[in-house]
């Protein structure tokens, strides 16, 4: 049973294209986040949903929008694509009181061409 | 702005122990030192954490000096599958885990 998924794993599409990443949990945790590492590896926290309410918003273009339907998903939706969103996201969740400890998903590859 | 510092890469022999330096000389009274790794092509794994005291878990063992400037992760006895990016993070539990350039580990048979 895998804890944290995410799909799809890869994900290649054209500059302008608006696209969606989904993630789900199945550890009952309360709290969710999206992650991105760019080329040079650097993992980078961008939104994190505690019982479906926004919680945190790093510095992200708008074309980057969060959705979290219930406290087991969060999903990604991204608009007008371009070539340096090209990156692996990674989505994450934890338990509340527990912030730091998180559980990440395997990631989803995405190639802006 | 980053909070700790580690060592670029190691290497370490297999079966051996991998000792992981970490120095955290700004941390503050409510900060904790956390541990995460990466391997290759995955997503980051939560290894341990630690507030003053020594931890120990099935995965490895935390050792934060006196005054909590500097901590070492333990790798007891190092397998191939433990090559990996070891990230030490310094956080408040304020939900945001900032990832910095990490220690590649690479473990030789």
């Known amino acids: 049973d895998t804890a944290v998924s995410q799909t799809p794993k890869y994900l290649v599409t054209q500059m302008g294209n608006d696209k969606s990443i989904k993630c789900e949990q199945n550890l009952g945790h309360d709290t969710m986040y999206w992650y991105k590492q760019d080329s040079k590896k650097f993992l980078k926290i961008m939104f994190s949903?505690?019982?479906?309410?926004?919680?945190i918003n790093e510095t992200v273009p708008n074309r980057f929008s969060p959705k979290s339907p219930d406290k087991a998903h969060l999903n990604l939706h991204i608009n007008s694509l371009e070539l340096g969103d090209s990156a692996v996201y990674f989505c994450?969740?934890?338990?509340?009181?527990?912030?730091?400890?998180?559980?990440f998903g395997p990631g989803t590859r995405l190639t802006v061409t | 702005d980053a909070k700790t510092t580690q060592p670029t890469s190691m290497d370490c022999a297999e079966g051996r122990a991998a000792n992981l330096p970490c120095n955290h000389s700004?941390?503050?009274?409510?900060?904790?030192v956390y541990w995460y790794r990466q391997i290759h092509s995955q997503g980051p794994q939560y290894i341990i954490h630690g507030l003053k005291n020594n931890e120990t878990n099935e995965m490895a063992s935390l050792i934060i000096t006196e005054d909590r400037k500097s901590s070492t992760l333990i790798l007891p006895h190092a397998t191939l599958r433990d090559t990996a990016v070891y990230y030490c993070i310094v956080t408040d539990n304020d939900y945001k885990l900032s990832f910095g350039a990490g220690t590649t580990v690479t473990v030789r048979a």
């Open positions: 700004t941390i503050s009274g409510n900060e904790y």
């Open positions: 994450a969740s934890s338990q509340e009181d527990y912030g730091d400890e998180q559980y």
């Open positions: 949903y505690n019982n479906k309410e926004l919680i």
